[in-house]
């Protein structure tokens, strides 16, 4: 029993002392211990260190049909939902937008009473409004991006959402 436990013991400690001996090269990223490979791609002898590489699982590829969007009757509800949504909030900043460019006057709007005697309120009021109507055009050009990404609806889509 003793013979059985101390070869065991050698196996063991030869096996570590090979693996010890084992010479690992780095290669940029990558890992090798074969020395025509590490000779070739000019990597560095890696010494004294345990190296542990743990490989990326690679996920599946996707099917050919999963990128397709959903055709259900609920989805086309959403979506009819979200188009409705969209334009009445294109009619909202756009009217803002009416609004504002009248109030704006090509750059001379009225001015009111504190802004008669000093021109620095009117001024700081122009930029204002200026900057009001900028962020209003982006806001619409925006609704309108999300609009072209709305999937077209049929001519009796909007018939869905009245039964609700």
């Not at 001379?108 to 504190?114: D, I, K, M, Q, T």
Request: charged residues 30%.
């Amino acid at each position: 029993m003793k013979i059985a436990f101390s070869a065991l013991l050698m196996a063991l400690g030869l096996a570590a002392a090979h693996a010890a001996d084992e010479r690992i090269y780095r290669c940029g990223n990558e890992y090798t211990n074969t020395v025509t490979e590490a000779q070739a791609k000019n990597c560095k002898l890696i010494s004294g260190a345990n190296v542990t590489v743990i490989q990326a699982i690679k996920p599946p590829p996707k099917a050919a049909g999963t990128g397709q969007r959903s055709d259900s009757p609920e989805q086309r509800a959403k979506e009819s939902d979200a188009k409705l949504i969209l334009e009445a909030e294109l009619k909202k900043a756009e009217a803002k937008q009416a609004e504002l460019l009248k109030e704006y006057n090509n750059g001379e709007p009225e001015r009111l009473g504190p802004e008669t005697r000093n021109n620095q309120k009117y001024i700081d009021r122009v930029a204002e409004l200026k900057a009001a109507i900028a962020r209003n055009d982006a806001d619409i050009a925006g609704i309108k991006r999300e609009l072209a990404r709305v999937p077209a609806l049929a001519s009796s889509g909007n018939s869905n959402s009245s039964g609700r």
